[in-house]
């Protein structure tokens, strides 16, 4: 089946600085990548996505880039604040099941004052 | 804005006793979904339902069971609870047509089974 990976499982890094996290994927008829973010407590919301006939996509401090030849998508936040600390959990769409999606095992960000 | 409602925040229950999880979304979608959430293992889907009375496994399905009588209401049973599926429980609801991969999640059900 598909197999979704995420590294690091763990990142620390200082207020202001940037952050980035790497999902790779195994279904190369993947076509959406979602990343959702999960505050400690609260539900998994979607942040930003992107579609596989597109490279990046922006939306104010956050960004998405996809490779699709190496079959990996990275989130990039910049200017890091306290309130982004959470985990965030990377998907791809299944080729079969109908667009259902396949989750990674989620990192770990925080954000150090 | 999307609400997808999971009836309890928190149950304790007993093993072997049947329990029953509801899910309803408010937004009309046909799409509705149960993940199980644990630590380092991410989300993992359980069943998922693409119209009333529709119901798929997921990767996960064993020892569950669901009901969607209605398009708004998804139910997950765990017919006999054992302690290993003591977890934290997640639905979510996406819409139909395109974006149907966008999912709205629930608040969850951590469920403890002793």
């Known amino acids: 089946g598909e197999n979704v990976e995420q590294h690091p499982s763990t990142l620390s890094v200082q207020e202001g600085d940037s952050a980035v996290i790497k999902c790779t994927y195994s279904d190369s008829a993947s076509n959406y990548f979602p990343w959702y973010k999960q505050e400690l407590g609260k539900r998994p919301q979607l942040i930003i996505d992107i579609r596989s006939n597109v490279g990046e996509k922006k939306d104010q401090r956050i960004a998405v880039t996809l490779n699709k030849t190496a079959k990996h998508f990275s989130l990039h936040i910049t200017e890091t604040q306290p309130e982004d600390s959470a985990v965030y959990f990377c998907a791809a769409t299944l080729s079969r099941g109908n667009n259902r999606l396949a989750f990674g095992k989620g990192n770990q960000v925080v954000v150090i004052p | 804005d999307v609400k997808v409602t999971q009836s309890s925040r928190y149950l304790v229950k007993r093993t072997g006793e049947k329990v029953f999880l509801e899910c309803v979304q408010d937004m009309d979608h046909e799409n509705m979904f149960w993940y199980r959430q644990d630590p380092g293992l991410g989300l993992r889907l359980i069943y998922f339902s693409y119209d009333v009375k529709m119901k798929e496994k997921g990767d996960i399905p064993e020892g569950y069971s669901v009901s969607r009588e209605k398009k708004e209401r998804f139910s997950l049973i765990l017919e006999s609870a054992s302690t290993n599926q003591t977890s934290m429980y997640l639905c979510?609801?996406?819409?139909?047509?395109?974006?149907?991969?966008?999912?709205?999640f629930g608040s969850g059900t951590q469920l403890s089974v002793l």
């Open positions: 979510a609801s996406s819409p139909p047509g395109q974006g149907n991969e966008k999912l709205f």
